[in-house]
């Protein structure tokens, strides 16, 4: 079973720039996550999609942020503009309900560098 | 808010011993699950092991074991017979109920295994 892809795995831009990351979940895992973890942290939740639709979007600066899942498939982070505080590791993970406890899989990341 | 503390940033045992890490976790729920998580320097996040509060047995996976203390809200990871490939961060995360998905993770624990 191929796991969760991510590309690119690095980026590297100017403050002001946008960029977009991809993300394409582990077939058939109806729910989405991108995480954000800064060099030192734990990743910090995005947004997490089921299907098509957004579950939560708490913690998502929606100023400069934005995310979608058009098909219920794949799915794109976007960062526009850019920031230095940006700079950071997206992850992207999947899950499968099934049962009480819903595995995660983590993709290995986009590292973003902003300068 | 559910927060998740790790106080030891940094690990270190000697190969083929015994090592554990430390995580406690602040919340008001009853009904939640805890896991353990490890990152190595390729940065996918993989899941170690996981414990459901209402579970009083603690989770065992191979050389992994956990020490769930619910009422003192501590969720220790013991890795027995430490690997060279043992070496990476690892995360303790908390997520509250069957129904939200969410993970909150610590800061992390770096893991060095001397050989």
């Known amino acids: 079973e191929a796991g969760v892809a991510q590309s690119p795995r690095y980026k590297i831009i100017e403050k002001r720039q946008s960029v977009a990351f991809w993300c394409n979940p582990i077939s058939g895992h109806a729910t989405l996550y991108w995480y954000q973890q800064i060099l030192g942290q734990g990743p910090k939740l995005l947004i997490q999609f089921q299907n098509n639709g957004v579950v939560d979007d708490s913690q998502l600066p929606k100023d400069r942020f934005s995310a979608e899942r058009l098909k219920g498939v794949d799915s794109t982070l976007k960062i526009q503009p850019a920031k230095l505080e940006d700079s950071a590791v997206y992850l992207c993970?999947?899950?499968?309900?099934?049962?009480?406890?819903?595995?995660?899989?983590f993709g290995p990341g986009t590292r973003l560098t902003v300068l | 808010a559910q927060t998740v503390t790790q106080s030891q940033p940094e690990m270190s045992v000697q190969e083929a011993e015994t090592v554990t890490l430390s995580c406690t976790y602040d919340t008001s729920e009853s009904d939640y699950y805890l896991f353990w998580y490890k990152q190595p320097p390729s940065r996918q996040m993989i899941l170690v092991i996981r414990q459901e509060a209402y579970k009083q047995q603690n989770a065992t996976e191979n050389r992994f074991s956990v020490n769930f203390q619910k009422a003192a809200k501590s969720f220790s990871l013991k890795i027995s017979d430490s690997q060279l490939g043992d070496a990476a961060m690892y995360f303790c995360a908390y997520r509250s109920s069957p129904r939200n998905e969410k993970l909150t993770f610590g800061t992390g624990t770096r893991l060095t295994i001397i050989p």
């Open positions: 993970a999947s899950s499968f309900r099934n049962g009480r406890v819903n595995e995660q899989f």
